[in-house]
């Protein structure tokens, strides 16, 4: 029978090593969310400068045929997920110019 310490009852594992083993993977999941963030954060800013640029010259300010590129990429590397995850950054990244 396994004893619950703080470190196991934190994180749902029976002996410490796996406790040690999953926060510090928490840790890097957490430290991978914050950079993702901002990379997400840097688009939405680079794809504004993009939707001025292409309003100014007259365009429209969204591309589909751009977007599908983008939706199909992701879709290939990621399936069916990544079809939602990708369709979720285009509206971030649509915003308001």
């Given amino acids: 029978m396994s004893v619950q310490t703080p470190g196991t009852e934190a994180t749902g594992a029976r002996t410490e090593e796996a406790a040690a083993l999953i926060g510090g993977a928490r840790d890097r999941i957490d430290d991978l969310d914050e950079r993702i963030l901002a990379l997400?954060?840097?688009?939405?800013?680079?794809s504004a400068a993009i939707q001025r640029a292409r309003i100014a010259s007259g365009g429209r300010r969204v591309s589909l045929t751009r977007e599908m590129e983008i939706i199909g990429r992701y879709h290939e590397r990621l399936g069916k997920p990544g079809t939602a995850?990708?369709?979720t950054l285009l509206e971030l990244c649509r915003g308001r110019v």
């Fill in 40 to 46: 997400v954060e840097e688009r939405m800013a680079v």
């Fill in 85 to 87: 995850l990708a369709m």
